[in-house]
């Protein structure tokens, strides 16, 4: 298997504009994380998702911000409009059994809002 | 809900010598404690995980504790080498109810 993929790696872009970052999990993975690290608050779990339903959405800062799981292999993470403060490298990660499995982390993608 | 501080934020170690990370968290339910190594621009990658029923567990150079009566766990690298050189964070769940927590992560170099 090749692993969680997430695309794109590097994303640059300015204030206001939408990003759109997306995962594929690992198949027969059943649940899907995104999570988002910066220097000061360390790796914070954005949203959790369990056979594509959203079941933990508390950490997803505010509105501006929206995942959805479509189907069992894909994801994405949508920042509409971007804020420089969204500056951050955003992991995807899937295991096969929720809260207390091995979590298998995405390479990230790291964005960069100007 | 639950809070992890982890400690200490760097270390610096010469190779061969032991490293200790610690990390304390503050939901007595707590009882999945998994410990994840992030090399320079890679992923977070699971080490060893702990679950409240044991109170050690070894694999090679690395052993994790735990005591959950002072609620607290620690990672035990014994023998450094270059290649053990990364950010490790430490994480704690309630089986099922609740997410993973990281701690902050603490930078270890291990100097040749």
Known sequence: ?114 | GENVEQHPSTLSVQEGDSAVIKCTYSDSASNYFPWYKQELGKRPQLIIDIRSNVGEKKDQRIAVTLNKTAKHFSLHITETQPEDSAVYFCAASNSGNTPLVFGKGTRLSVIA
């Open chain 1, 1 to 114: 298997d090749a692993g969680v993929i997430q695309s794109p790696r590097h994303e640059v872009t300015e204030m206001g504009q939408e990003v759109t970052l997306r995962c594929k999990p690992i198949s027969g993975h059943n649940s899907l994380f995104w999570y988002r690290q910066t220097m000061m608050r360390g790796l914070e779990l954005l949203i959790y998702f369990n056979n594509n339903v959203p079941i933990d959405d508390s950490g997803m800062p505010e509105d501006r911000f929206s995942a959805k799981m479509p189907n069992a292999s894909f994801s994405t993470l949508k920042i509409q409009p971007s804020e420089p403060r969204d500056s951050a490298v955003y992991f995807c990660a899937s295991s096969r059994t929720g809260y207390t499995g091995e979590l298998f982390f995405g390479e990230g993608s790291r964005l960069t809002v100007l």
